[in-house]
């Protein structure tokens, strides 16, 4: 062996020995909780090297279809009814300019049908009983045109009449199937499209609009921070958080979910919570996010009463049907 490659390969061996001291000195600094957080090392097990690729893809040119089902029960549990909403559509677009701290803007569109009589409302009233905790009944959401019933209280984050992916906030089964029935009895229906950007620096994926009546774009979803760790958590609705926003809790970090679509191996379980009633135990929401796909997967769960003695539960899933790039 020449002398000239003997010294390259120890150069090569103390170049390696800095690079691993640097990446231990910097995975050793502190980290602002609000985000941006370092690099993925946890994910890099999982084939992906940062969160942004759990949600939608950055490139334009892909097209997601996602199912919509509502089941209504039984009081013995046994399902009345299963019901299957209109498909939704998200399209992304790719990069589109840079938001306003200067990271780069990349555009989704959402296409999903509505009740005429739900479309331009700014947001929805929603009532509750929440549960008395002293006994066998439950907190339920308040149906039909019953009010002032013992015990009823008004959310005071009122959510908007929108697709699941835009109204950015917990109470998505439970809003979609205000909106949209899904009895498909009606020909009142009107087909929206909303907008979203998303920006995405190493682990942390912030969501971006335009609030209503607003012409400038801003910050208001966090979607991932850190590493995912089964049992943490942070808030995820960056405007209305702590006191009526609404946070994500990592139930499981890595599982397998399967769709039409698929099986992602890699997925990440989310519990959406939100504060008003996460304590009332008649609502839970789950989705599941998969490494270099997004989300593949929802599901919630609530009850709903006419009357305040007869509690119902309905459920909602939204599933992945299809992924395609033209």
Not at 121 to 149: E, M, Q, R
């Amino acid at each position: 062996m020449s002398y000239i490659q003997t010294m390259g390969i120890k150069t090569l061996a103390f170049l390696t020995i800095i690079a691993g001291a640097l990446a231990l000195t910097v995975t050793g600094c502190s980290v602002d909780p609000s985000g941006p957080a370092m690099s993925g090392a946890e994910h890099g097990g999982l084939g992906s090297q940062n969160m942004s690729d759990y949600y939608y893809k950055r490139d334009s040119g892909w097209t997601y279809v996602y199912s919509n089902v509502e089941k209504i029960y039984n009081s013995n549990g046994s399902v009345a009814q299963t019901l299957t909403g209109a498909p939704d559509t998200v399209r992304t677009l790719g990069f589109d300019g840079f938001a306003p701290n200067g990271d780069s803007l990349f555009r989704i569109e959402i296409s999903y049908r509505i009740l005429t009589s739900f479309a331009g409302l700014p947001y929805l009233d929603i009532y509750y009983i929440p549960s008395t905790k002293n006994d066998n009944t439950h907190g339920a959401f308040v149906d039909g045109s019953a009010k002032n019933l013992p015990g009823e209280t008004i959310l005071l984050k009122k959510p908007r009449p929108v697709s699941t992916d835009t109204i950015l906030a917990g109470l998505c089964g439970r809003v979609r199937t205000m909106v949209d029935d899904f009895s498909n009895s009606t020909t009142n229906w009107t087909w929206q499209k909303d907008t979203l950007w998303v920006t995405s620096r190493l682990d942390t994926v912030f969501i971006w609009e335009y609030l209503p009546g607003s012409m400038t774009k801003v910050k208001s979803r966090r979607v991932f921070l850190r590493n995912f760790q089964t049992g943490d958590k942070w808030g995820y609705d960056i405007i209305n958080y702590p006191d009526y926003g609404t946070y994500y809790y990592v139930a499981d970090k890595d599982v397998s979910k399967t769709t039409s679509a698929g099986t992602f191996s890699h997925c990440v379980n989310i519990a959406v919570q939100t504060n008003e009633i996460e304590s009332k135990d008649f609502n839970r929401e789950n989705k599941w996010f998969a490494a270099f796909y997004g989300p593949v997967y929802e599901y919630d769960w609530w009850y709903v009463t006419t009357d305040g003695d007869h509690f119902n539960k309905q459920d909602f899933a939204r599933s992945l049907v299809s992924v395609s790039h033209n």
